[in-house]
């Protein structure tokens, strides 16, 4: 029962790098999401992807990008790692945008230096 | 813009005892959904419970349950007879039904410990 899975789980970055952090899900879930979680700031959603072949802004999207390669996987890209980047990020997915209930992966702790 | 608040940063209960988590929100929406999440330490966030917002009775799922107040925009969670595998950091969080369907908005969480 791997569920969501999300690698790296760990990654220190110097400011200016570029990172993908890797998604993917089993569950054949049609919606997928990637949040950052910040001290005193709960979850933050910076991209979601509908169903397969979509994509939409959340609440913080400056700075990443987002490809939904097919209805399994989606990865969320750093193209120039800033310190204000650095966070704990999760995936998640949901069977469809209307249940609310998402399934999260592990986390990944990211650092930029 | 849909915002959640969570005004207590930590909690803490006795084992066996009951314990209640706040949460207030703040929309403009008349159909939604609001939900709460547990995320237990170092393990998977897993959804707790849901309570659909046209619906007048509260959601309950075994020792949890809530108090949903919709003219006060208020949803608390209640523990009843606290485990020590409650210990987490539990999340609000907020979905309407219009063009932000489907994006779930959270609050900022409450750790809570369950002492033995």
């Known amino acids: 029962n791997a569920g969501v899975t999300q690698t790296p789980k760990f990654q220190v970055l110097k400011t200016g790098q570029s990172m993908t952090l890797q998604c993917a899900q089993d569950?054949?879930?049609?919606?997928m999401y990637w949040y950052r979680q910040d001290p005193g700031m709960g979850l933050r959603l910076i991209y979601y992807?509908?169903?397969?072949?979509?994509?939409d802004k959340g609440e913080v999207p400056n700075g990443y990008n987002v490809s939904r390669l097919n209805k399994r996987e989606f990865s969320l890209r750093l193209e120039s790692a800033a310190p204000s980047q650095t966070s704990v990020y999760f995936c998640a997915s949901s069977l469809d945008r209307g249940t609310g209930e998402l399934f999260f992966g592990e986390g990944s702790r990211l650092t930029v230096l | 813009a849909q915002t959640v608040t969570q005004s207590q940063p930590e909690m803490s209960v006795q084992e066996a005892e009951t314990v209640t988590l706040s949460c207030t929100y703040d929309?403009?929406?008349?159909?939604?959904?609001l939900f709460w999440y547990k995320q237990p330490p170092s393990r998977q966030m897993i959804l707790v419970i849901r309570?659909?917002?046209?619906?007048?009775q509260n959601a309950t799922e075994n020792r949890f349950s809530v108090n949903f107040q919709k003219a006060a925009k208020s949803f608390s969670l209640k523990i009843s007879d606290s485990q020590l595998g409650d210990t987490a950091m539990y999340f609000c969080a907020f979905m309407a039904r219009g063009t932000s369907y489907g994006k779930l908005t959270f609050g900022q969480g409450t750790i809570l410990t369950v002492h033995p």
């Open positions: 929309t403009s929406e008349n159909n939604y959904y």
């Open positions: 309570q659909e917002a046209y619906k007048q």
């Open positions: 992807s509908a169903s397969e072949g979509t994509t």
């Open positions: 569950m054949n879930h049609n919606s």
